[in-house]
């Protein structure tokens, strides 16, 4: 079956639209994604594995839990932002919204880790910002037409 079009004429289905530097910035946001992704997991690991590494024990925790509940936490929402960042790199548009969820959620998770490692904590504080940042800016939705 055919569609009319050949292989080397434009969609005509498609308004081809320039690409603007908000493209470059969530292509950003999705490998730092990535990264945020892979310290959820590193700082999961540690939580399961050495709880002594931590500057408080878990009653001096916001949330008191024992930290092998914390790093399991960590290695989920870290595996799910890795995979939000992944999507997003690819160009899918529910990504963006997973996107800025994720990062919101990352946010709220360090800020209640944050008296056990502080400048870890708010460093992944400061990542999530940026990657909210970078998805949520820019206000055109054509802006991304066909990223």
């Known amino acids: ?20 530097g908000w493209y470059g910035w969530v292509a950003f946001a999705g490998v730092i994604m990535g990264i945020l ?9 540690v939580a ?21 509940a914390w790093g399991w936490t960590h290695i989920f929402i870290g595996a799910l932002i890795a995979g939000a960042g992944l999507a997003l790199t690819s160009g899918a548009t529910w990504a963006r919204i997973v996107a800025v969820v994720v990062a919101a959620v990352s946010s709220i998770l360090n ?11 708010a460093l992944m504080i ?3 910002v940026l990657v909210i940042y970078a998805v949520t800016v820019h206000g055109d939705r054509d802006s991304l037409q066909g990223y």
């Not at 992704?37 to 690991?45: D, E, K, P, T």
């Not at 594995?49 to 930290?67: C, K, T």
């Open 1 to 20: 079956m055919s569609t009319g079009v050949s292989a080397g004429e434009p969609d005509p289905y498609r308004t081809p639209t320039a690409r603007t």
């Open 37 to 45: 992704g892979a310290f959820h997991v590193i700082i999961g690991l």
């Open 48 to 68: 399961v594995f050495e709880e002594q590494y931590f500057q408080v024990g878990e009653s001096g925790l916001m949330i008191s839990v024992d930290y092998n």
């Open 111 to 121: 800020l209640a880790f944050l008296s056990a490692y502080p400048i870890w904590a």
């Open 126 to 128: 400061v990542i999530d």
